[in-house]
């Protein structure tokens, strides 16, 4: 089975996070030919399905089909299964989406998506886990943990974490403790 690239990871965990698995919109920055060629690719690979766009919901256009109507892309079982999503959720999921037909429209870009699909026992699952602590971390103990340097921890945070991912990190100075990063909700 082909490993999904960083992209199509993004693309996946994103959609999980979304009503009905939608995987609009792409990850900022992917347009156009180099869009098209993910899309593809994960359509042939089977992680991604071209369904109909209820146009009433205001779902995002993929492509136009010519007859007044458009697609959309859903993830589909085994796209979310490739990223660590049990497909018993995608099914549930997807079913909701179908049962939904006259729903809210689905949230813009920037509107509390937060991807969910981390692969278990990576050291970025263990400072997720560190960060969804009340406590939260300092920068010391995420260090330990993971052996990691302190500037790869900050560039985790601040590349992974923050961009990659859509996870809301947020710091602040604790007496005794320093700077105090947690995930926010």
């Not at 693309?11 to 869009?35: F, K, Q, V």
């Not at 146009?55 to 256009?61: A, C, H, I, S, T």
């Not at 300092?138 to 992974?160: C, F, K, L, Y």
Request: aromatic fraction near 2%.
């Amino acid at each position: 089975m082909p490993k999904p690239t960083d992209t199509q990871s993004i693309i996946l965990s994103r959609a999980a996070a979304r009503p009905g698995n939608l995987a609009l919109p792409l990850p900022d920055g992917l347009h156009g030919a180099a869009a098209s060629k993910v899309v593809t690719m994960m359509i042939s690979r089977g992680w991604l399905e071209e369904v109909e766009a209820n146009m009433r919901r205001g779902e995002p256009l993929w492509r136009e089909t010519g007859d007044g109507h458009g697609t959309t892309l859903i993830a589909t079982e085994a796209g979310l299964a490739i990223v660590g999503i049990e497909p018993v959720v995608a099914s549930a999921t997807a079913s909701a989406r179908k049962a939904k037909a006259d729903a809210a429209p689905i949230p813009e870009a920037g509107d509390t998506v937060k991807p969910v699909a981390v692969r278990a026992g990576t050291k970025q699952a263990q400072i997720i886990a560190m960060l969804q602590q009340s406590e939260g971390a300092t920068i010391a103990e995420m260090v330990e943990a993971t052996g990691w340097q302190a500037h790869t921890v900050r560039g985790s945070i601040s590349g992974a974490l923050k961009k990659k991912l859509g996870l809301l990190v947020t710091a602040e100075k604790v007496e005794g403790r320093g700077t105090v990063y947690r995930l926010s909700v």
